[in-house]
């Protein structure tokens, strides 16, 4: 029995098998080990100054590729370009060659370079390839042919022109209608603005109608004839050199229809011309140039006109 001044013992209640410390600091080490009460903020990542200028340089080419597309899209459009219009239907080839004369002429006396270009291009898919002795050919289509080869459109109706008179003095009766209808002044006066091989063919066809009389005769009569010829030997070559040579050589030799009977001629300075031919003959220049430019220069002495010993020639 208890004493009456004993208090009773009291029972101590039974310990938990973990205390709510012991499980507040394990919670506290798995959420932040580093610092039991408080977390860690985040680090913010460190950039070098370089990939901050190049974030700089993208930020600001983003903006102003927004802003300005107009002017860094460059590429061009993908939409066909509208075709070209249609040429004109060639003329056609008639039976004869006189209806064909015919039909180029009413063609040239037109107003509209379409029409002048197909008849053209008509008589040069007829006469060129098979050059015709006979009929002749019209006066009033030789005075147009003259009248393309004088006209402001020279690059383009020279090729066609020049192949086509050459091609018709190749007849001796078209030779005498070229002269009449002034081809021969035309060539002369239009030569040093043509291109190499237009003027090659001029040449040609104005040596051929020199071999008749009125042909040559223009030709020793015009100012132009003695500084045109001087001026194109210069820039041409070969054949070229060759017809050149041979026209002075109807101005001041014996060449030439009718030869050099006492008519007047336009005379330009012996030595000049006798300078350019020999520079002629030092360059690319045929057999036939060669005995034409030593011909002319004999001559040139011959006549008094150039004394080969003193200027050395």
């Not at 006066?189 to 020199?210: F, H, K, P, Q, W």
């Not at 350019?276 to 003959?281: G, I, P």
Request: net charge positive.
């Amino acid at each position: 029995m208890m004493k009456a001044n004993q208090k009773p013992k009291s029972h101590a209640p039974p310990r938990p098998l973990f205390s709510c410390g012991f499980f507040r600091r394990c919670t506290q080490s798995v959420l932040s080990p580093t610092s039991p009460h408080q977390q860690q903020p985040r680090r913010k990542p460190t950039t070098t100054s370089s990939s901050s200028s190049s974030s700089s340089t993208s930020t600001s080419q983003s903006f102003t590729q927004w802003r300005f597309p107009h002017h860094l899209d460059q590429t061009p459009s993908t939409a066909p370009p509208p075709p070209p219009p249609p040429p004109p239907p060639p003329l056609p080839v008639t039976t004869t060659l006189q209806e064909t004369f015919q039909i180029a002429e009413l063609h040239l006396t037109s107003v509209s370079e379409s029409d002048k270009l197909l008849a053209l291009q008509l008589l040069e898919r007829v006469v060129v390839p098979d050059p015709p002795s006979d009929p002749t050919c019209p006066p009033g289509l030789m005075r147009c042919l003259v009248s393309c080869l004088r006209s402001n459109n020279k690059i383009v109706t020279a090729k066609y022109v020049t192949k086509i008179l050459l091609a018709l003095c190749l007849a001796e009766g078209n030779r005498h209608v070229a002269v009449e209808a002034g081809a021969a002044r035309a060539v002369v006066e239009t030569a040093a603005g043509l291109e190499i091989s237009a003027v090659e063919r001029a040449l040609a066809a104005l040596e051929l109608m020199c071999t008749t009389a009125g042909g040559a005769a223009e030709v020793r009569a015009h100012a132009m004839t003695v500084p045109a010829m001087v001026a194109v030997m210069a820039r041409l070559a070969g054949r070229g050199r060759e017809y050149a040579i041979s026209i002075l050589s109807i101005v001041y030799g014996k060449g030439g229809g009718g030869g050099n009977s006492g008519e007047e001629i336009a005379v330009a300075p012996a030595e000049e011309v006798a300078r350019a031919v020999a520079l002629a003959l030092e360059g690319e220049c045929t057999a036939r140039g060669r005995r034409k430019g030593a011909q002319l220069l004999k001559t040139l002495e011959e006549y008094g006109r150039l004394d080969l010993s003193q200027n050395g020639t």
